[in-house]
């Protein structure tokens, strides 16, 4: 057997135990099939923060030289499957304002398997993944996202139900025998035990053609070389801000051209303009400057700048002004601003579907504070 990677590709503290758990596990069943293995992270940014894009690994080998060996490599470079636990992800990731967007498929291999946790069918997730020019498997878990995060963990299974399709997908990593048995030892637990099995035997690979997907190029930037270096470390100012699109009214801040924050949300904001009382507070608010401040008084949000945190919508005294609506419900960052000013009822229209079904969506941006899980199963019990 050739060594056999997987990457784990989650948001950065909300997801970490979660990513952490899958890879632990694998190397713990790899064992009992007499492999060895090693799990590591790959931080997106260092120190690992809120929402950014980040990586768990796990290598796995037939003998403990093999492994050195595949380890003397500084970053993996392809893997045989790649575990997204939030399809929000599948329109690429970020993780450096240098490094431009990765599609989510970039590092699995010609008939490798990209497995997400969704509640989306495969051709809507096809529909934001980039393509690629080799065939490759697509398995969804269906799911709401965990968010099983550095301080907060909510034992919902995901990870157990990752590990299942894993081995369903690619038994030739682990065994579907191995890992129940790993799991049972280091769970105790035989709820957990079943949702491996579950999910192994539910698990359906869709198969996707080169070509299929996404056609937009991914946006990335020219580095400078060592040539172009300069004598000493610079860095340049961004310019001031402006009037509200290059105009003499509103107001439309200075911001990076190279660092889009927009892959590091799971939610956005989606602001009704109509009930907007221009109290400022969302544009004073917002810690990454995304508001425009527009020539009539009213406040959009830059959306390729926005990192959906959801303080806009916290700090906002009108009810439904702003709501944060599932990133999985868009498809590109164009003007709210600029679709209501055009068409004031179609957007209204819009509007009010997405809010609506939000309300009936439990997707959040994550817990707010320790005992959150908790609070959320004594709600489901009373209901």
């Given at each position: ?10 948001r950065g503290i909300f997801q970490k135990t979660l990513a952490r758990n899958i890879v632990r596990h694998i190397v713990f069943a790899a064992r009992k099939d007499g492999k060895i293995g090693t799990a590591f992270g790959r931080y997106g940014d260092s120190p690992e923060r809120n929402g950014i894009p980040a990586k768990q690994f796990a290598i796995v080998a037939d003998t403990s030289l093999e492994l050195e060996e595949s380890m003397a490599v500084y ?309």
């Amino acid at each position: 057997m050739a060594t056999l990677a997987v990457e784990v590709v989650y948001r950065g503290i909300f997801q970490k135990t979660l990513a952490r758990n899958i890879v632990r596990h694998i190397v713990f069943a790899a064992r009992k099939d007499g492999k060895i293995g090693t799990a590591f992270g790959r931080y997106g940014d260092s120190p690992e923060r809120n929402g950014i894009p980040a990586k768990q690994f796990a290598i796995v080998a037939d003998t403990s030289l093999e492994l050195e060996e595949s380890m003397a490599v500084y970053e993996a470079n392809a893997v045989d499957v790649t575990i997204n636990v939030d399809d929000t992800m599948c329109k690429g990731i970020e993780s450096w304002a240098w490094y431009g967007l990765q599609p989510i498929n970039e590092l699995t291999k010609p008939g490798g398997t990209l497995i997400v946790t969704s509640r989306q069918d495969a051709d809507s997730l096809i529909e934001d993944i980039h393509q690629k020019d080799t065939p490759y498997n697509l398995a969804i878990i269906p799911s709401t996202v965990s968010f099983s995060g550095l301080w907060v963990y909510k034992d919902d299974h995901t990870d157990m139900r990752a590990l299942g399709a894993l081995c369903k997908v690619c038994p030739e990593l682990v065994s579907l025998e191995a890992m129940l048995e790993s799991i049972q030892e280091q769970t105790g637990s035989e709820a957990k035990v079943s949702s491996v099995q579950r999910a192994h035997d539910r698990t359906v690979t869709r198969p996707v053609e080169p070509g299929e997907g996404n056609s937009e190029t991914p946006f990335s930037f020219d580095l400078p070389g060592w040539k172009t270096m300069e004598e000493g470390l610079v860095i340049r100012g961004i310019a001031a801000g402006t009037g509200f699109r290059g105009g003499e009214e509103g107001y439309t801040p200075g911001r990076s051209e190279v660092f889009k924050k927009w892959s590091t949300r799971s939610m956005r904001p989606v602001i009704n303009f109509d009930t907007c009382i221009k109290c400022t507070l969302c544009w004073l608010q917002c810690p990454d400057t995304c508001f425009d401040v527009t020539s009539d008084g009213l406040y959009d949000a830059n959306m390729e700048s926005c990192c959906g945190c959801g303080v806009c919508e916290a700090v906002c005294p009108v009810p439904d002004c702003v709501t944060m609506v599932s990133e999985t419900e868009f498809t590109g960052n164009d003007s709210q601003w600029d679709a209501w000013t055009a068409d004031k009822d179609g957007y209204n229209k819009w509007m009010t579907v997405l809010v609506e079904k939000q309300k009936d969506e439990t997707r959040t941006h994550g817990f707010h504070h320790v005992g959150g899980y908790a609070d959320e199963i004594d709600a489901l019990e009373e209901a």
